[in-house]
Nanobody, 130 residues
């Protein structure tokens, strides 16, 4: 069971990037998938989540209206389309997955702690600067 991110790289303010997160050893059925980021010298920050089973989506206030999370039809690749990027979006971006059943009956829809998820990718860097 493994996740691997790709698509990071340097971008100017106002630009766009599309991150991908490929799964191996499992598919996203019955999983909650999240993007979490870590800016330089700061803690982990939850960005967005999607419930692969029914497509429920959540965004943090800091990215709402600019970022779009999605999953491919085969449910093996997670995406994060990032538009109108700002310098404060500079971070290492991680994808993370946890089985839906872990949070059944709760209001949890995403978090920034490592122990809230079962699987993490190694991360991809996104520097935003002019």
């Amino acid at each position: 069971v493994q996740l691997v991110e790709s698509g990071g790289g340097s971008v100017q303010p106002g630009g766009s990037l599309r991150l991908s997160c490929a799964a191996s050893g499992f598919t996203f059925d019955d999983y909650v998938l999240s993007w979490v980021r870590q800016a330089p010298e700061k803690g982990l920050e939850w960005v967005s989540s999607i419930y692969s089973y029914h497509g429920d989506i959540h965004y943090s206030d800091s990215v709402k209206g600019r970022f779009t999370i999605s999953v491919d039809d085969a449910k093996v690749t997670l995406f994060l389309q990032m538009d109108n990027l700002k310098p404060e979006d500079t971070a290492v971006y991680y994808c993370a997955a946890v089985q839906l059943g872990r949070y059944n009956g709760t209001s949890w829809y995403g978090g920034s702690r490592r122990d809230e998820y079962e699987t993490w990718g190694p991360g991809t860097q996104v520097p935003v600067s002019s």
